[in-house]
């Protein structure tokens, strides 16, 4: 996709470093470790399962669809 839109790209990404100045600065794994890239901005970035925790789901939507039913096709 990045090649297409002509982005560039840093894949793997585990966490990012910083955004500033146009720029984006993200660790990458690889198989010796890790490697700290920065790509000028629009950029896109693939992540690893690892790189974000999820927010526990709220109770206020819990409610709202606990009984919604999804239709049969």
Known sequence: M???LALPQITYTEKVACI???KISAWRL???GAELLEVPLP???TVVDS??????P???KIMRYKNAKV???
Do not use: I, M, T, Y
């Open 43 to 45: 950029a896109l970035l």
């Open 30 to 32: 690889v198989e010796q």
């Open 20 to 22: 500033k100045d146009g």
């Open 2 to 4: 990045a090649e297409k």
């Open 51 to 56: 790189a974000n925790e999820p927010r526990p």
């Open 58 to 60: 709220s109770a206020k």
């Open 71 to 73: 239709p049969a096709r």
